[in-house]
């Protein structure tokens, strides 16, 4: 019983599979928008409307990244070791929310610089500002206090 107990821990492949295919369908994606947008800005006269794009094309690698970096991260946790860089090698799960919430907290700033461009309404640029920011320190607080709360353990 103990080893089929031991040996469920491979079910988290599924996940990492999971993961890898939805990363790499994110790059492939930001490469088709890459091409798309590099063909626009050299044809285009509007350079304004690219600042946008080139926004969203960063937003959308970035969420290929966390893909990429939280299917490595479970395999690891779950399955064994990789030969990664030592940045990215997780060894508790700990490790892994507050690499996720650094990169939301990031991704949040993205979507807030995205709408600096393109809402036009003051009061509104205002509530996303307040929400972006409610969400990025509420991340921060958490990442800070799971970082005691694993020093406590």
């Given at each position: 019983?103990?080893t089929?107990?031991?040996?469920?821990r491979y079910?988290?492949l599924?996940?990492?599979?999971?993961?890898?295919?939805?990363s790499?369908?994110t790059?492939?994606?930001?490469a088709?928008s890459t091409?798309s947008?590099?063909?626009?800005i050299?044809s285009g006269?509007d350079v304004?409307a690219s600042?946008?794009?080139?926004?969203?094309?960063?937003d959308?690698?970035?969420l290929?990244t966390?893909?990429?970096?939280?299917?490595?991260?479970?395999?690891?946790?779950?399955c064994g070791e990789?030969?990664?860089?030592?940045?990215?090698?997780?060894?508790?799960?700990r490790?892994?929310?507050?690499?996720l919430a650094?990169?939301?907290?990031?991704?949040?700033?993205i979507?807030f610089l995205?709408?600096l461009v393109?809402?036009?309404?003051t009061?509104?640029l205002?509530?996303?500002?307040l929400?972006?920011?409610?969400?990025i320190l509420?991340?921060?607080v958490?990442s800070k206090r799971?970082?005691?709360v694993?020093e406590?353990h």
């Amino acid at each position: 019983m103990k080893t089929l107990l031991e040996r469920t821990r491979y079910i988290t492949l599924i996940a990492v599979v999971t993961l890898i295919v939805l990363s790499i369908a994110t790059f492939v994606r930001g490469a088709i928008s890459t091409v798309s947008l590099v063909i626009g800005i050299l044809s285009g006269p509007d350079v304004s409307a690219s600042v946008v794009e080139t926004i969203k094309l960063v937003d959308l690698i970035l969420l290929g990244t966390v893909l990429l970096v939280f299917a490595l991260g479970l395999y690891e946790l779950f399955c064994g070791e990789l030969a990664l860089p030592a940045w990215l090698t997780i060894h508790d799960l700990r490790a892994l929310k507050r690499k996720l919430a650094d990169v939301v907290s990031l991704i949040i700033a993205i979507k807030f610089l995205e709408a600096l461009v393109e809402i036009k309404n003051t009061q509104d640029l205002l509530f996303k500002g307040l929400a972006s920011a409610a969400m990025i320190l509420a991340l921060a607080v958490f990442s800070k206090r799971s970082d005691k709360v694993g020093e406590a353990h």
